[in-house]
């Protein structure tokens, strides 16, 4: 004859261990759960580094292919003495762009550090380019954090074939002749105009600080313009649902070179905006099998 207590204590632990098997297969489900969606961020983010590698590659292939029609080889000591040449000329004669370095303060040290890698980028791009720009630093103060991150990141910065200035371009240039460009203004560039000035706002957007270039210029009378993406390109769909016509200083001016090169809005935009920008030309868009 089975014990009465010895029964209820079977039972007990029968309820004991049917609960924590329950929970068990539920902590396992959520466990699966987790490491399925672990998985799938996983595989996404392989898809997208796969796509931005094959489109790098096939970006460096173009520019190995547009560089072997340039026709032949110089040697380094004619190709300085060719920039040399070209940067003097565009001082007299080239279209003036001046990046605005009097809205540093609302930077932190280390966008103003990536502020003085852009500029140096954007010397490189101008010093390679067939019809350069009259380059100007305009209100660089001697003793701002600018002036130093440059002289400290940038070899030959005090050499660069740049007028740097302590001056603002607003007393520099009649108003009339000035071009700001912000991707906040509702006037889309057209042409690069060899007798306009045109300004980038030294800025560099960690911390997402809207509309700084369009309220400076608003508040200085001038005309602002921005490039003209929403004219010339589309939005790609991508899995972050991410769109941005905001671009750093070298990339807008990188644009504005081979604008004046090709003469082609669609040329020079999907060569100089990044893919990661979700902007496409519409030809790229009926040709991206990624998607
Ligand atoms: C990183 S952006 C700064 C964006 C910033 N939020 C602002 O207040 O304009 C640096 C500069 O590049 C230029 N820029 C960037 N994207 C542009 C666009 N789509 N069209 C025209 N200029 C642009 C502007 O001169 C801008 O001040």
Redesign the pocket.
Known sequence: MDDPEVLMMQELLKIDVELSSTAANREEALCSKNVMRKQRNWERRIEAKKTKRKEEKERRKQNQQDKDVVGPQFSKRVIKAITKERLEEARTTGPRLCV?LGMTDCMSHKEISRLAGQIRRLYGCNKKAQKPFHLLLTDMKKDSLIYTECIRMNAGFLNYMIDVTEESWIDLFPSEDVV??????SEA?EEVDGDKVY???????ES?????????AKELGVHM???P?DEYMVKKTNSKNFHS?????N??FEILLTYRDTRSWTTSLSAGIPAGKGYIVPSEAVTDVSQ
């Open positions: 605005d700001f460009l912000t991707p906040d203004a560039l300004i980038l706002g030294g800025l560099v957007d997402i600080q809207k509309k700084i270039s369009y309220t400076r313009m921005r490039l993406i016509k905001i671009l750093a200083i990339q807008v």
